[in-house]
Nanobody, 128 residues
């Protein structure tokens, strides 16, 4: 059974940093893209970042560029999201996702439908 478990969320002040982790179990995703999405109450699930399995290419949502960094550790089957200069509008539940197949384009990896596996999420709250 595949499981994705996020951790690292919390309550921080504007300008602070957090590092989220997502540990995958049940199968290896080293050749598959993994991503982060976020969802605030009453809002749609938004793309945050993705990292490909083939070449390690990274992709970011427009408001995250320059502040967030996605990375992965294949040996640990883990993907990370380093978030710097956090803003109140970053407040949301952050969810980790993984594709069941290899591949994906810079466009498709931004879509929630491209991912088959999801974690339960970790809450990030940024106070002003």
């Amino acid at each position: 059974q595949v499981q994705l478990v996020e951790s690292g969320g919390g309550l921080v002040q504007a300008g602070d940093s957090l590092r989220l982790s997502c540990v995958a179990s049940g199968r290896t995703f080293s050749r598959n893209a993994m991503g982060w999405f976020r969802q605030a109450p009453g809002k749609e699930r938004d793309f945050v970042a993705a990292i490909s399995g083939s070449d390690g290419g990274t992709y970011y949502g427009d408001s995250m560029k320059g502040r967030f960094t996605i990375s992965r550790d294949h040996a640990k089957n883990t993907v990370y999201l380093q978030m710097n200069d956090l803003k109140p509008e970053d407040t949301a539940v952050y969810l980790c996702a993984a594709r069941s197949f290899q591949g994906g384009t810079s466009y498709s990896l931004r879509l929630a439908d491209a991912y088959a596996y999801w974690g339960q999420g970790t809450q990030v709250t940024v106070s002003s």
